[in-house]
Each structure stands twice: as structure tokens, then as C-alpha cells.
């Protein structure tokens, strides 16, 4: 289609006569001087283009702003309406209630104060992926005349994520005054010789254009002062090239026309011959041109060539055009060859130059660089624009070009392959000759054997038979031309082989029924070289590879299954996927879809509803709309019996649970089961019964355990009795799955149908009947441990139901059953509690029950873990975690290198890896990770009560990084000795860990480890450079260790990782044993005074 650039600049604002008004499609773009967070596009828009904003958690709130109208308020109300919609993102699917909400605002202070006219939330939003309008009015009173006016839709995100679309924004103020006259060309130099002009909008909300344009100044032979309406684009014919054209536009609306409307002038633009098709290179015949080319001839076309006549439809009016005119002087046929240096190019053939890009008479394209070749009929006197262009890469094509007569015309001439495989195993071809063009005789041929049928009339002549898999290539030559130039050969005609002997339903293979479903009598067959049947093609897949075969009903329902595929190659595809379908031989082979009574594309398909001793056809079939050969077994089986509730007189009784827990939930199947006569059909179904021992409602539930192949499982209930029932409930659709609520009497009895969607395929379920609850298990358990043994227990009040008087916890070992167990429990009115007896870093499951009053008691709570001690944080992804931890600078230091990730992304090394350091000293760290980039922190537990407070962070990150992680700890000054809890965590979405999160992770990705941090007030800086004063052996130790120094050993104490003394000598002599043996396994610090100096070194016992 021909390029256009039209400047819409439709928001109108009158100094001369001030009042505001706007109308916004948005085709055009974003208007300019609009601001925005959306997007312009095309994408589900109300119609043309739309502003689209996103919103989501991370991109929370979004604006659509119109400029500042300055001193624009005529002082009257401004009407504003848009459409709008709001979808899930990229999607089409209406978005439902809780997204937030939109304010169209209004600023008279060029946006530093907002007001808000309108409010889209839950209230009234149109819930639909249909544009929906709304509309405000801003009292004149807060528009007083000259003030400013500036206008927008600010959007405030609560959940989900969503597009929020606007379109058609119109924004109008009562006009009281003519329009101005400042409606001004779009285009006034090099302008189209298409004679379409564009103008900008004029301000003062104008109604409608007059037009009047000449060839002179002042003169009206182009346009005679014509009402255009409101658009702001006219066509003027065709124009002259490089000419001066004369315009004058004036507005109008309900007051009248603009007053004082000065002359415009534009020119038209000079063009290259062939640059366009009203320029075009006119030729005549035989032209050649060995040397062309599309460069520097312009990209003045877009798109397709058209969409009928022009052997494509891709875009190949992308790159440069050039276009070539002959009109012919005799009805004859002729023939355009082009010849490309390169690829992407395409010649195309129009008759108008308002066609291109709309319809050809003929063309080709083609991504490869072989010869383009048209041969066109053409009429005496119709001129013919023959245009060469590319996709926009390449942009420009080099090429040879020829235009000839033909000095004849073809014959027309179709092939058909014809199986031939009853008489010869081999197929022949039926040449038929339809016209013999301007021939009086044709030779016809073919390339595999001497055979040739001389023709002077239309007819069709037969050549063969041929050996499968042969190519034949039939050849039509016009006897009466001498250079051969209407000589046709055809493409290779063959046939690949011959079809199976059960091709068409005539042939069926009968098939025997087994008495069961264990296939013991298989039949083997293929559908190789098979064809497409006449029978109807309205079944499952794509039936042209199809087979026949038959069997006898031996019950009213049997199953049929395909097994053991094989792609034998030789067609387009090798997909094993196949179809069937299974018609009553009522018609016979007539059958129509009216016969049908199954069809799967799993090689599975349970029938039902059968005559016993009735014929049925199947048909197999590649499903694939591409050609498959594949090689199968099919068998017939017998499946079992109809479950006894097959029908509703043997219905089952429900035994009734006490609550969702189902704790009486039956197990049932459809399987084999039969469509009913009565309440929702179409599918295999089962039925169950209950009577109501209450007024009330009770909810049925079922939950789909299986399905045997591209089923659903549906619920319905009833009231009344077999055969004369009415369908109640919360839903009375067919199609319900789920809970389903069924109002009752007490004392009367009521049916529950369970319906799987196939009459083919069946389903397994669980079906669970209870009453539904008044009273509702507490919301949001929380439990926060307490030291030495107790937990702040906590919940909130359900937020269905009835208020509970008061409520029953138990705190069990984790993983017990409710009841079993019990550490600590109780009754109370409030929401919180305290459990005592807890033993420390153990876990518990703390459950909760809500009293209603009268005996109405919910459920017990599912279960809320928590830990007797520091929490545990839990982790779900295993991509990042910490390898390595290390410390120096302590007296004991810890190396935990390569421990790789712990299972739930905890580990605790508490009780066995330890740093140690005198009040106020200090000591490094060294953090390294595998994977990602993290968030790092340490904390110590400095007033061991299980806490991890933000006081106690002694190093955090604020941003993500990928380690090493360094810092250094700092023991807080008069720190009492003893053992602190050290935790080091990362966290992959949380760059500042330390701030808040030392229980939890950002998004379950990351690792936590803790560590002992023991402080010893003998310990000193020289105790720790003074180690070599003696020296000591062996370590790891199992029963002694040897110390050897230069001066006399003073005193020993050996203190376990619990600061308790366990052992002391004072052996008073520079070498000494100590006996280890009784010690238990584990770290311990060995103190080793000397001349009155400490010195401490860790030992590790095995």
C-alpha cells in the first residue's frame, strides 16, 4: 500500500477563543506533549492503537497525563469520557475484582495539585475484555476562566498483574465561539502526486472542514469550498509533478465557520521515472534491460503486493520499487522474466495503481535468485504496471529484465496419478487436455518408455502402467511452434507404492473380539502408502492415511487399542501420534457423522452404549495433518462390567464425615460405567444417595485421582427420586467440578451424580459428604519461643463463620497426629497463649480449634511448625548456598571449607564448630558462595534469649554481590564468658539481610549456618603469640596428650565447648601427659599456664 505520513494532532486549545477541548484516538502514537508509563500499541486494543500501562508488585502505580491547557478554561464544564478495560497481562482475560483502582484528575496549577472527578475500582468496574466507557463532568466552578487545565488517569496497583488500556479520550468544554483559523498543512514541499493532503486540527473545537483548492491562487477547479466533515484529510486526484497548488481550510462548528482563513500552498514533489506507478517507465515490446536495479528509486510501497492474484501474500513491497508500464496493442499473451542478483525480490503485475498492494492480475516472490517468470494474457488497449521490489532486507535488487510477445499460448493441461495396483501393482497417469491454446496439434509424451498420443482436440490420453516409486515427467508439445516456446513438461508424476489391501471401507479387515482386555488376539496392520477415504472427514486429527477394519459388539461396551507404532518413513512426517473413529454399520459405507459413536487421538477408545451382535467400522488413521506411514497393532477388548451404581436406582449410600477432613470419603471410578437416562448426560456416570438428618446445607466434594484420557470429572445433586428428579445446588450446571453446596431438608433422601466428560474415557475420584461449617478453624498461627522452655502462642479469629466463645491448642512433637502427644494445651478466650515444658532446639506442631458454642467446633487447625529455641529458616531452591566459612584472629578459630549445600538450606554447627575471643576483642570472617549474587549477614545472639535483634547484626550487605564476603566481629565490651549463638546467612533476594530478616528468606533461595562464638576473658593477644612457648601432640587426640615446654608447666585445665572445667593437673614439670581417654568426643580448650602466663589451645578428642 502507498506510504502516507499524516500528523494527527487532534488536542485543541483556543488563545483566541479560549476553551478546552480534547479528542485522542491514539492510531497516531502518544500525542506529543503527552506524558506517560504506558505503551502505544495495537496489541487487544479497543480498536486502532491504544495506551496500555502495566502494573504489578514491582511496577506499582502508572499515569496517562495530558499537556497543560495554559489560561485554556472558557469557564464552563468540561465533559470527559474514555474507554477502558483491564486485562490479565499479555492476555486476553478480563481482570476480576482487588486490582487496585484508577483516578481520572483534574490540575489547574500545571499538575502541582491534583483533584480527583472519578474513581474506577470494585464498585463499578466493568468486568470484561470488552472496552466499557466512562464518563465525569468537572463543574464550571472549578474551571474558572483562564485558568490552566491539564488532565490524567493515575492508577494505584493492589494485586495481581494486569493491563490497564485506554483509548478514545475526549475531553470538551461547552463551545461557545466559532473555531480559529490555524489549520495548517501537514505537508508543503515534495508532497505525493497522490493528491492526498493532511492538515493539523485547528483549535477551537471545530466540527467540520471546508476545503477549496486550485491550481491557482484563489482558484477552486481542484475543490469548491467542500464540506470534508471532521477529517482532516481530502485527496485531490492525481496531481502534476513539480507544481504549485493553492489551499484554503477553514473550521467550523455549531457557531459558525473561522473568519480571516489565509491561502497555503504546498508543491509537489519531482520524481524519478519509474519511481512511482503514475511516473512509471513505459515500455514497449520486446524490452531488455540487462543492467536494472531498485536502488535509489525509494521505498514508496509497503507491505504485501496484495491479497489475491500476486502468488504471495508476504512483503515483498518492503524495500525500493520501480515500476514499469505497457499497455498492449493486441489481445496476446506475454511474458515477463526477471532475473535477480540476489534473493527476496518479486515482480508483480497491477492494471491500476490503486491496486498495489490491494490485488494483482499476476506476480511472484520468492526468497531464492531463480528466474521470476509471468506469462500474462493481456487485452488490447489496458495498460499493465509491472512493479519489481524486495522484503526490507535486502532493501534493493539487482536485475536483468525481459518483456516479450509470446508467439503462442499454452495448451492447458492437469495430470492425475491413478492406482493401477489390482491389475499391474503399479499406477498410470490421465493427461487431460482442457484447451490447446493456439495449437492445432500436440505431441504428448513421457520420458520412461516410447508411448505417445497425437491430439487435435480437448481430451484425456493414458500413459502407463508405471512401477511405483517411478518418476514420470509427461511432456505437451505444440507442434505447430518452432522454437518450442509452448512446449509444457510437467513436474514428476509417481505413485510411492500401492495401498494397504483394507484402503477403503469396502475392504474392512474384521477384527476378533477378545472376552477381556488383556489383547491376546491382536491384528497387525499398516497404513502405509494408504489414501484418503470419501467418508466423511470430521473426525479427531486428519483421516488421509486411513484404514478399515470391523468387529461385532460382544458387549455394550468394548474398548479398542492401538499399540506397537512404527514410523516407516516415506511421508512427510514421523510422528507416531494416531487417531480412530468407530461408525454403526447402519449406513454401511454411506455412513455420515450422524453414524458415528466415538473417535480418540489416544490409542485408547472405551465405547459404550453398543448393540450387542451389531457391526461397527473403525478407521485408523495417522492423526497428522502431514503424511505418516506407520506400521500398529490393533486389538478389541471387553472391559468390565458396569459399577454397580452404574444407574440411579443403585445408588450407594454416603456415610457422612465430620468436616473437610473427609475422614469418610469414598473411592469410586466411571470406568465401564454408561451415559444415564436422566439428570446431566453425555458422559459415563455414577450416583450416590444421603438423607438429611438436618435443615441445612450440605457440601459434597470430589477430588479427580485419575483420568484414563483428556477427561473432566463433574458433580451434580438432585432432589426427588430415580427417574423423576430435579437438579439442585450451589450450581446446577452440568459442568461443575468441585465443592458443591445442596440445600436440605431434614428426613428427605439426595442423589449425587459423579459424571466424567467422556463417553470414551473414564475417570477415579474421591467423593467426601459433610455439613457445611458454621464454625472455621483460626487463621495465622504464629508461635515465638521463649526461653528457658516456654512459646508465646498466637492466631487470629477466622474470618468466616461464627465468632468463636473461646479455643481449644495443643502443642505435639512435630509430625504427631492431633492428640497424640500433647506437651502443653488449653481452652482460651483470648488469641494468644503460652506453652510451657518445651525442650530446647526441638520441634513442635502447634494446632488450634475454634468453640462456637452449643457443641459447634471447627476442625483442628492444620498444623504450624516451630522450633523450641532459635527459629530455623527454610529454604526450597538449591542453586545458591554457602561453600565455605572461616574465621582468624581467635584463640579457636573455625574452617568449615567446601561443606556444600544442607539438605532445607540450615545448617547447624552450634554444638560442634566454635570461634573464641576475650571481651572486646575481635576476630575475621570470610564468606564464599556458589551461585548468584547475594545479600550477606552475621549476627550473634549477644543476650542469649533466641533472638536475633537488629542490635545484634554485626555485618550486613546493602547490596547483592557474589563474594568473598569479609568482615570482622567485634566482642561487645564486658561481655560475661560463655557461648553465643552466631548465625551467617545469604540470601539471593534480600541485598540487605540484616535489617529484618534473620528467620526466613527472600524467595527460599539461599543457605544459613550457625556457629559457637565463645568468650573467655583469659584469652589475650599475647596468650595467642605466645603458643609457641610449648609445644603439644597429638591432635585429634584419642586417649593422651603430650606437652612438651621449656620451662616448668604450672597448671592444666582442660573446659568442654560449655565452659565447664572437666579435667586439672598441676604436674610442675616442662613435659606432661594427660590423660584424655574418658573424655567424651568433641572440641575442648586446653589451658596451659607457664611462668604465670595463660595459654590456650583447642584440642579436638575422637
Known amino acids: 500500500m502507498k506510504k502516507i505520513t499524516l500528523l494527527l494532532t487532534l488536542f485543541v486549545l483556543s488563545l483566541t ?164 483559523c490555524d489549520a495548517l498543512l501537514t505537508e ?233 495396483c489390482d491389475v499391474s501393482g503399479g499406477f498410470v497417469i490421465d493427461v487431460e487436455i482442457t484447451d490447446l491454446g493456439t495449437a492445432s496439434t500436440l505431441l504428448v509424451s513421457n520420458d520412461q518408455n516410447a508411448d505417445t498420443f497425437t491430439v487435435t482436440v480437448a481430451e484425456t490420453v493414458q500413459f502407463g502402467p508405471f512401477v511405483n516409486a517411478t518418476d514420470v515427467i509427461i511432456t505437451v508439445d505444440d507442434q505447430d511452434d518452432d522454437d518450442d516456446s509452448c512446449t509444457i513438461a510437467s513436474e514428476a508424476q509417481t505413485q510411492v507404492g500401492c495401498p494397504p489391501a483394507n484402503d477403503e471401507c469396502d475392504a474392512a479387515i474384521a477384527l476378533t473380539v477378545n472376552a477381556d482386555t488383556d489383547c491376546a488376539e491382536i491384528t497387525s496392520a499398516t497404513t502405509q502408502f494408504a489414501t484418503a477415504s470419501a467418508q466423511p472427514d470430521d473426525a479427531t486429527g486428519t483421516p488421509n492415511t486411513d484404514v478399515w477394519f470391523t468387529f461385532v459388539a460382544t458387549a455394550v461396551n468394548n474398548n479398542i487399542v492401538i499399540s506397537n507404532v512404527v514410523n516407516q518413513g516415506g511421508g512427510t512426517s514421523t510422528s507416531t501420534d494416531m487417531g480412530m473413529s468407530v461408525f454403526d454399520a447402519a449406513a454401511g459405507c454411506n455412513m455420515t457423522d450422524v453414524n458415528e459413536v466415538g473417535e480418540s487421538d489416544p490409542d485408547t477408545l472405551s465405547l459404550s452404549g453398543l448393540t450387542i451382535g451389531n457391526t461397527y467400522y473403525v478407521r485408523v488413521y495417522g492423526w497428522s495433518s502431514s503424511i505418516q506411514y506407520n506400521n500398529f497393532d490393533i486389538c478389541i477388548g471387553t472391559p468390565l462390567a458396569p459399577p454397580s451404581n452404574d444407574e440411579c436406582s443403585g445408588a450407594i449410600v454416603l456415610n457422612t464425615s465430620s468436616g473437610p477432613t473427609c475422614e469418610n470419603a469414598v473411592s469410586g471410578t466411571t470406568q465401564s460405567a454408561t451415559p444415564s437416562g436422566s439428570g446431566c448426560t453425555g458422559g459415563r456416570d455414577v450416583w450416590y444417595s444421603f438423607t438429611a438428618v438436618v435443615d441445612g446445607n450440605y ?54 451424580n459423579i459424571r466424567s466428560s467422556s463417553s470414551s474415557s473414564y475417570v477415579e475420584f474421591d467423593l467426601c459428604l459433610y455439613l457445611e461449617p458454621t464454625c472455621f478453624v483460626p487463621e495465622d498461627l504464629a508461635a515465638a519461643f521463649v526461653a528457658p522452655n516456654s512459646a508465646d502462642l498466637s492466631w487470629v479469629t477466622p474470618t468466616d463463620g461464627t465468632v468463636p466463645s473461646d479455643y481449644n491448642w495443643e502443642v505435639v512433637p512435630q509430625g504427631n497426629a492431633q492428640g497424640d502427644g500433647a506437651v502443653s494445651s488449653g481452652t482460651t478466650t483470648d488469641l494468644f497463649a503460652t506453652a510451657t515444658g518445651l525442650t530446647l532446639d526441638t520441634l ?62 540450615y545448617e547447624n554447627n552450634s554444638g560442634t564448630m566454635s570461634v573464641s575471643q576475650a571481651s572486646n576483642g575481635t576476630f575475621d570472617f570470610e564468606v564464599d558462595i556458589v551461585s548468584g549474587t547475594v545479600g550477606c549477614a552475621v549476627w550473634v545472639d549477644w543476650n542469649n534469649d533466641f533472638i536475633f535483634d537488629v542490635s545484634e547484626v554485626s555485618f550486613s550487605t546493602t547490596s547483592y554481590g557474589s563474594g568473598p564476603f569479609t568482615g570482622t566481629v567485634t566482642i561487645p565490651d564486658a561481655t560475661p564468658d560463655g557461648n553465643y549463638r552466631m548465625r551467617v546467612m545469604i540470601d539471593w533476594n534480600d541485598s540487605n539481610p540484616g535489617d529484618d530478616a534473620p528467620c526466613s528468606f ?101
Open 17 to 180: 477563543h479560549a476553551q478546552v477541548g480534547i479528542s485522542e484516538d491514539f492510531n497516531a502514537g502518544t500525542p506529543d506533549g503527552w506524558t506517560d508509563t504506558y505503551q502505544n500499541n495495537a496489541t487487544d486494543a479497543c480498536e486502532g492503537n491504544t495506551e496500555r500501562g502495566n502494573l504489578y508488585a514491582s511496577s506499582n502505580s502508572g499515569n496517562l497525563t495530558s499537556p497543560n491547557f495554559a489560561a485554556g478554561s472558557n469557564g464552563t464544564d468540561l465533559t470527559i469520557s474514555f474507554d477502558y478495560k483491564i486485562e490479565d497481562w499479555n492476555s486476553q482475560n478480563a481482570a476480576g475484582s482487588g486490582w487496585g483502582t484508577a483516578e481520572l484528575q483534574y490540575s489547574t496549577d500545571d499538575g502541582g495539585v491534583w483533584t480527583t472527578v472519578l474513581i474506577i475500582d470494585d464498585n463499578n468496574h466493568v468486568i470484561a475484555n470488552t472496552c466499557a466507557t466512562m464518563m465525569a463532568v468537572i463543574p464550571a466552578a472549578s474551571l474558572p476562566t483562564g485558568s490552566d487545565v491539564k488532565l490524567r488517569i493515575f492508577n494505584t496497583w493492589v494485586s495481581g498483574d494486569y493491563d490497564f488500556h485506554v483509548d478514545n479520550f475526549n475531553a470538551t468544554q461547552v463551545v461557545s465561539n466559532p473555531p480559529n
Open 1002 to 1102: 527472600g524467595s527460599g533461595r539461599g543457605e544459613t549456618e550457625d556457629y559457637t562464638v565463645t568468650v573467655d576473658a583469659t584469652l589475650s593477644v599475647d596468650d595467642v603469640e605466645n603458643q609457641s612457648a610449648f609445644t603439644y601432640f597429638p591432635n585429634p587426640v584419642k586417649n593422651t596428650l603430650t606437652l612438651n615446654a621449656q620451662n616448668e608447666i604450672d597448671n592444666i585445665t582442660v573446659i568442654n565447648m560449655l565452659g565447664q572445667e572437666v579435667l586439672r593437673t598441676s604436674p610442675n614439670t616442662i613435659n606432661s601427659v594427660i590423660d584424655m581417654s574418658s573424655l567424651q568426643t568433641g572440641i575442648y580448650f586446653v589451658r596451659v599456664t607457664i611462668n604465670s602466663v595463660l595459654q590456650t589451645v583447642r584440642v579436638i578428642k575422637q
Open 844 to 905: 513442635y506442631d502447634l494446632r488450634v480449634q475454634s468453640n462456637c458454642g452449643t457443641g459447634d467446633l471447627s476442625s483442628w487447625s492444620a498444623p504450624f511448625s516451630f522450633n523450641a529455641g532459635y527459629c530455623i529458616p527454610s529454604g526450597t531452591n538449591t542453586n545458591t548456598y554457602i561453600d565455605n566459612f572461616s574465621t582468624t584472629g581467635g584463640a579457636v578459630n573455625i574452617s568449615n571449607l567446601t561443606s556444600g549445600l544442607t539438605t532445607g538450606n
Open 188 to 420: 508543503t514541499t515534495d508532497v505525493s502526486i497522490d493528491g492526498e493532503i493532511s492538515w493539523s486540527s485547528a483549535t477551537g473545537i471545530p466540527t467540520g472542514y471546508f476545503v477549496t483548492a486550485g491550481t491557482t491562487s484563489g482558484g477552486t477547479d481542484l475543490a469548491d469550498n467542500v464540506d470534508n466533515g471532521a477529517l482532516t484529510t481530502f485527496s485531490l486526484g492525481v496531481l502534476l509533478e513539480n507544481t504549485t497548488y493553492f489551499v484554503t481550510i477553514t473550521p467550523y462548528n455549531d457557531n459558525g465557520s473561522a473568519t480571516g482563513c489565509a491561502e497555503q500552498t504546498f508543491i509537489t514533489k519531482t520524481y524519478i521515472p519509474g519511481e512511482i506507478c503514475e511516473v512509471a517507465i513505459d515500455v514497449t515490446l520486446p524490452y531488455s534491460e540487462a543492467t536494472g536495479t531498485t536502488a535509489g528509486f525509494g521505498d514508496d510501497y509497503a507491505g504485501s503486493p496484495g491479497a489475491s492474484g500476486c502468488g504471495t501474500t508476504s512483503s515483498y513491497l518492503n524495500g525500493d520499487d520501480i515500476v514499469y508500464s505497457y499497455t498492449a496493442t493486441s489481445d496476446t499473451q506475454i511474458s515477463i522474466d526477471l532475473d535477480p542478483v540476489g534473493t527476496w525480490s518479486g515482480v508483480f503485475v497491477y492494471t491500476n495503481c490503486s491496486d498495489i498492494g490491494t490485488s494483482c492480475v499476476a506476480g511472484v516472490g520468492s526468497s531464492n535468485s531463480d528466474i521470476r517468470e509471468i506469462d500474462l494474457d493481456v487485452i488490447n488497449g489496458t495498460t499493465y504496471y509491472i512493479v519489481i521490489s524486495t522484503f526490507a532486507s535486502p532493501q534493493t535488487v539487482d536485475y536483468a529484465l525481459d518483456i516479450f510477445e509470446n508467439p503462442c499460448t499454452d495448451a492447458t493441461v492437469t495430470y492425475a496419478v491413478v492406482s493401477d
Open 699 to 752: 457440601i459434597a466434594s470430589e477430588t479427580e485421582t485419575f483420568d484414563s484420557g483428556f477427561s473432566s470429572t463433574y458433580i451434580s445433586a438432585y432432589e426427588g427420586s430415580c427417574g423423576g428428579l430435579t437438579q439442585i445446588g450451589s450450581s446446577t450446571s452440568c459442568f461443575f467440578s468441585g465443592d458443591l453446596i445442596i440445600p436440605t431438608v431434614a428426613g428427605n433422601t439426595y442423589f449425587v
